[in-house]
């Protein structure tokens, strides 16, 4: 595997792929690499004839009080799992690589990008819009592949390519789950062993209110049965940011029971300690 | 030359030409062609081995007061003028080809955005910025060709390039104008023959305070030189938005004598009865 760091030398050893009838994965990550990049990767491998991961921290994406400084930072690390699941070749740029000058033009997907995590995280998603459109202008015609770990950030690019007609094909993969269910993030390992052991009631949580959709329960109900888990959350400081049922395009909250044949995604986000974590499930009726 | 309406055909045409070893010139307009892009066609036509002009009329930049409606539309003479200038293809896309859902995705270059022309038209710039980024990223890797007529947006077109490292080469091209001076615009068949008499003011004051400039003289000096000529138009409503002298980068004001290698762009806008015009020069000392 190939480590390249120049935007120059990622985009002319894609297109060389290209010209030379090779299809590309591509899968932006920040770094701090576990199993469920590795996922992202093995798949990329699987559909594609040449797979790059991308790894960069970008500052846009993260607001004035938030953990930039202190986000993990594994490269080593990251290019051998990188290596071992795949991967053709790894661009690290440089922050003055990929900002050499003040960056005054931004990417908006307004509506989608208010909600839920916007909410708390206001300049974030215009910060992955404008970062992701970037990725992906540097890197040409690639199939993009997306954890539905952060589903509203899938849901975003996905609208952003569709909007701007990007030669990109977006690729939602599931969730990667320790075995108690908890969603891997490379933010877990902030979380203190009390925290650690109250994580998996999140998924809990979500797994109960998908089971009242499935049962033909409303959205109503469903919200209940996720409150109900969480009350049982004891010893840790925890703080419900929301645990929502919504439309899996629009995001907007669903009310009522869902029709046969319906969809729903279950989003949940809270704070155990300093910790913030998010996770969802989808649901078909 | 071919005359293409799909998102899907025109890529896959330019996509085919690029795979063949032959480049891509671009030239983005909104149709009613005129000798000025006429110029932009040849030029490209001289620099790439094939050329595609795009011809959209774009709602996105136009505010809620403006001439949408009424801005002039000659599909069948625009047809003729780029096959005549050296066109291999225009792409003449509906506004549902473009636009098929509501557009939620947005692209704003701050700063340059908000000044000159963006002070009366504040959402003027923003749709430029996005059905910029979304032609390129229909079309690929190209030159693409845009008059020094719309300074602004060349530089705000310029910015997001860079900003994005969108596979693109922007190439700015001399304004094209009538005998008497008056720049070349698909918005001049608004203007009344007394208003079109009076048009030419515009460059004669642009001139007037470059030539300030160039003998040495101050902004301020430059900007009363513009003032005076614009104070002899008579007879017609006359409205002056704006006479600046200013950075041709940042297009912040300058203030006093031009440094020996220095360089400035003289921006005017102006009001003739109710068609806005827009003219400007550049000045290397």
Redesign the interface.
């Known amino acids: 595997m190939q480590v390249i760091d120049t ?1 120059e030398g990622w ?1 002319k050893t894609l297109d060389t792929e290209r ?1 030379a009838g090779r299809t590309v994965g591509l899968v932006p990550t920040m770094g701090a690499l576990h199993p469920g990049h590795a996922s992202l990767i093995a798949r990329a491998s699987a559909d594609c004839d040449v797979v790059g991961v991308t790894v960069f921290v970008n500052p846009l994406q993260f607001g004035a009080n938030e953990d930039l400084s202190a986000y993990p930072r594994s490269l080593d690390a990251d290019v051998a799992l990188a290596a071992t699941h795949g991967a053709t070749y790894l661009f690290a740029p440089s922050v003055a690589t990929m900002y050499p ?1 003040p ?10 990008s208010a909600r839920w995590e916007g909410t708390s995280r206001p300049t974030h998603f215009e910060g992955v ?2 970062v992701v ?2 990725l992906f ?2 890197a ?2 690639v199939r993009a592949y997306f954890g539905e770990k952060d589903y509203q950030q899938l849901c975003i690019v996905r ?2 390519v ?6 990109v094909e977006v690729v939602g993969c599931p969730t990667v789950r320790e075995h108690d269910g908890l969603a891997l993030s490379s933010r877990n390992v902030y979380l203190s062993p009390p925290e650690r052991a109250a994580a998996p009631s999140l998924h809990r949580a979500l797994c109960a209110g998908a089971a009242i959709l499935v049962g033909g329960g409303t959205a109503a109900e469903a919200r209940v049965a996720m409150g109900d888990v969480l009350a049982e959350i004891n010893g840790v400081p925890f703080e419900l940011a929301y645990a929502e049922v919504v439309d899996p395009d629009s995001l907007e909250p669903l009310v009522g029971a869902l029709d046969v044949g319906g969809t729903a995604r279950l989003l949940i986000a809270a704070r155990l300690g300093r910790t913030r974590l998010i996770d969802n499930v989808g649901v078909i009726v």
């Open positions: 935007v985009r010209a000058r960056m005054v033009t931004a990417v908006r997907v307004s509506e989608l819009a404008t459109t970037k202008a540097q040409g015609a609208r952003l569709a909007d701007l007609d990007l030669p």
